[in-house]
């Protein structure tokens, strides 16, 4: 009999052989990566599949989401399969370091930021909750594209995360269905990926759309030889899956967008009701009880329309039938305040793209002007400002709200603004639908995959329940005053930052010093996030140096990790800035290292798994009202990282359980936000009263920075002190805040010295980290919102 180890080994080096016909000692990182893979595939085949079979009666929850930032699967289903330590001892025996066949992996960066990585996070501790849950998306053929920083600007090249194949999903042509379009129909073909749990048989379905054409080619075109010709159709189709818009900040209203949104829910309502349709046959008005589907924003709620058409023209309900069970299947999560960011469709490219949906849509746009109009028969300018179709635009967060059960803010704070402010109107007119539903990240990716030192002394401290049950953290707090464990996790927060400063010299060609303060900011890149006010820090911090050369301070690495959209110029002005600030201090010989700013080129979830267990501070400094949530902060908490933040979205809730006088809060409150634009706030006040803002905002158009002509520095300048045609100078107040952000992080500098009382917070902030697993959320979300129960097989 072999034991499991020589199973093991047996197993991979067969399936090296049946992949790429080599031997083991012939096989590079990449293809027993691959072998690998297909060993766990096959472990996992049999629970997979009586997985699906024990759900097909049950009530479901479907996750509809135009993103799913995945990353690396491979590492994660390892420990969550426990198979982590096995196979890393059989890798050596072969001669492999499974970190480097792990690394072999390409991202699977179907997602912008965090509205992605949440539908991933939920993924996970669906799984793990033995929830009956799938996700539904596309399969993109590029994902977010990678950055490449050259001359300090953002390049954009191609993601191709299948260039060597694809080994976690699996496609199944017998499910395809037809997608029909004003121009056409095209097949839409499932690809399922199996979500692992951890310490569960359960394995769940993500399952992404890829797009095809019907026909494989124009025969006559090709037999006449017009082969561009030829292939017009299939490109046409194949367009719809080949790129995620990398754009998550303005609404760009762009053709193919909208196709792709089409796409993937019908594919994924026809997926649904044909499943439904074989357990109950076509009592639809059980459908609820069976079926609920969480609408990930408003990329996904064309849904909405979309049943209503499969109800009635494809199954001959009556409208009011359909209308009444429609309204009770969806649920709509918001993500994001920012007025731009709010999808709205020009009626005429709606209604070429999707002529039916669109009539169906208007129908509902009618349906709801009744509702309103018997409701605020005198308030025309009220029923006005809630229409569905405004002019010739179509408001999809509208829809949303009124063809669902359920509206969901993502943090407290943002959930309170929708009701009171944003979306006060329709709150008004149906308070029992909305809900909050503070984000969670998944413990097991974020600390126990990403720092494993640390998991390790949390399990010799309070045993390993906190892996599945993350309220347990809070067992930790009575070692805050036990300095010989406070000394532990010291050692292993300088462990990581050594383990980050080795990453970053080998990706960045920069060497940083591990005993400085690591403060990282790392997140898309947005005006609202204001990643502009914390390189004017820098540069000011550095100016004071320069002009003071003993001024005492404790060394600080800044890092930045950041993708902009392609489009969006501030944004992209902002990266060449931090990307030449930190070319001049860097080399700047009489700074002596006491200073060192890193971007980190194409920041993505693998590198954010180095990034914050190293994260001394985590700089979370947002205009207030405008982050729904953020999920980076939770991340950085429990990896024992402190917040310097302003009190918005997630951070708000974060020193409530961890405390403020553990964390570094700063800045201006929503409400004093709004005193200020009431009063009138004029950003040349600062500009000239702080002492050395000045000197830093014009360093932007005086000549001491060079932008190449591109006239970028000029743009962000303009953007502060002038505005522009659709903002006021200064719109989220980064010289507003300066001052107390400076003299937060001078406090910060003086307290990190003092190391055991810096442990402490920090380990308090770990201990209180529960409440952030996406394991609460999803319980949440199940218990409130789907009403679905727990179904272990
Ligand atoms: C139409 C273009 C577009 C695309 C994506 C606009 C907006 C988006 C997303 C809503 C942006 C996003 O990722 N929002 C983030 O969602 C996270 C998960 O809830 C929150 O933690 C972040 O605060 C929020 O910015």
């Known amino acids: 009999m072999k034991n499991s180890k020589e199973l093991l080994k047996t197993k991979i080096e067969n399936q090296v052989e049946i992949l790429f016909n080599k031997s083991l000692d012939e096989a590079n990182a990449l293809e027993i990566y691959q072998g690998l893979s297909n060993v766990l595939l096959e472990t996992i085949s049999k629970d997979w599949l009586k997985t699906r079979k024990r759900y097909e009666t049950e009530k479901q929850a479907f996750y509809f989401s135009a993103e799913f930032l995945m990353g690396r699967a491979l590492g994660n289903n390892l420990i969550n399969l426990g198979l982590d330590k096995e196979v890393k001892e059989v890798l050596e025996e072969i001669g492999f370091d499974l970190n480097s066949v792990e690394a072999a992996e390409e991202d699977a960066g179907l997602g912008n930021g965090g509205l992605g990585r949440l539908a991933a996070c939920f993924m996970d501790s669906l799984v793990t909750l033995n929830l009956p849950g799938q996700g539904y998306g596309i399969k993109y053929k590029n994902g977010i594209f990678k950055q490449k920083i050259v001359d300090g600007f953002q390049v954009e090249t191609p993601e ?21 379009f004003g121009d056409g129909k095209v097949r839409a073909v499932p690809y399922d990926m199996p979500v692992i749990g951890y310490g569960t048989k359960n394995v769940n379905t993500l399952r992404l759309w890829k797009a095809k054409s019907i026909n494989e080619l124009n025969l006559k075109a090709f037999n006449d030889q017009k082969y561009d010709e030829a292939l017009k ?14 754009n998550d900040s303005t609404n760009e209203g762009k053709k193919l967008r909208l196709k792709q949104q089409y796409f993937f829910t019908s594919a994924s309502l026809q997926d649904i009701i044909r499943k439904f349709k074989n357990i109950h046959g076509t009592d639809f008005k059980k459908l609820p009880e069976f079926v609920s589907i969480q609408l990930n924003d408003t990329h996904p709620v064309i849904a909405i329309p979309e049943l209503m058409r499969i109800l009635c023209d494809v199954e001959g309900l009556l409208w009011k ?82 063809g669902s059960f359920a509206t969901n803010g993502v943090a407290a704070l943002h959930t309170d603004i929708l009701k009171h402010i944003e979306l006060k109107e329709w709150y008004e007119l149906f308070p029992e ?25 949390i399990t010799e401290l309070i045993g390993d329940k906190w892996i599945t049950d993350f309220s347990q953290m809070k067992n930790l707090e009575k070692y805050a005053t036990d300095k010989r464990v406070i000394n532990r ?23 940083v010093n591990p005993e400085s303060i690591f ?36 060394p600080v690495t800044y890092i930045f990790g950041a993708k902009s959209a392609p489009g969006y110029m501030r944004a992209k002005g902002t990266i060449r800035l931090i990307n030449e600030v930190a070319q001049i201090i860097n080399n700047d010989v009489e700074i002596k290292d006491m200073i060192k700013v890193v ?26 009202g405008k982050e729904a949530s953020g999920t980076g902060n939770m991340k950085f908490m429990i990896n024992g990282a402190l917040t310097f933040g302003t009190l918005d979205g997630a951070n708000v809730e974060i020193v409530e359980e961890a405390g403020v006088e553990n964390n570094y809060i700063f800045g201006l409150k929503v409400g004093e936000i709004e005193e200020l634009k009431k009063k009138g706030y004029n950003p040349k006040t600062p500009y000239k009263e702080i002492e050395g803002l000045k000197r830093v905002v014009d360093s932007l158009i005086d000549g001491s920075l060079d932008d190449e002509g591109t006239g970028l520095y000029k743009e962000l300048y303009d953007s502060l002190l002038k505005g522009a045609s659709w903002h006021e100078p200064d719109q989220y107040f980064v010289l507003e805040d300066f001052e107390d952000f400076r003299k937060t992080q001078e406090k910060i500098n003086k307290e990190f010295t003092d190391r055991e009382t810096w442990g402490k917070k920090a380990w308090i902030n770990i201990s209180n980290g529960g409440k952030f697993s996406s394991d609460r959320t999803i319980d949440e979300y199940a218990k409130e919102i789907w009403k679905i129960t727990s179904q272990k097989i």
């Open 160 to 180: 191709t995360w299948l260039k060597y194949g694809d080994v976690w999903t699996i496609s199944r042509p017998s499910e395809e269905v037809v997608v029909e």
């Open 233 to 246: 159709e299939v490109n046409r189709a194949e367009d719809i899956s080949r790129i995620l818009y990398p």
């Open 321 to 402: 039938e359909a209308w009444a069970i429609v309204e009770k299947t969806f649920a709509y999560t918001n993500h994001t305040i920012l007025s731009e960011a709010l999808e709205k469709w020009w009626i005429g490219l709606y209604e070429e793209v999707v002529p039916r949906i669109f009539q169906i849509t208007e129908r509902i746009h009618f349906q709801f002007l009744d509702l309103l109009e018997k409701k605020y028969p005198k308030d025309r300018a009220r029923r006005e400002r809630m229409s569905i179709i405004q002019g010739d635009l179509i408001h999809m967060a509208w829809l949303a709200i009124y």
């Open 433 to 457: 639908r909305f809900l909050n539903k503070t984000n969670g990240i998944t413990q097991r990716r974020w600390l126990l995959e990403a720092n494993p030192e640390l998991s390790k002394l």
């Open 489 to 511: 996790f010291l050692e292993i927060k300088s462990e990581k930052k050594k383990q980050l400063a080795q990453f970053i010299e080998e990706t960045q060609g920069i060497k």
């Open 519 to 554: 403060d990282i900011q790392i997140k898309r890149l947005h005006e609202y996030k204001r990643q502009l006010l914390n390189i004017f820090h820098i540069l000011d911090l550095y100016y004071r140096l320069k002009k003071n050369p003993t001024m005492k301070i404790h």
């Open 599 to 624: 971007f980190m080129e194409n920041y993505n979830v693998s590198s954010a798994q180095f990034l914050f267990p190293a994260a001394d501070i985590s700089e979370q400094i947002s205009t207030a």
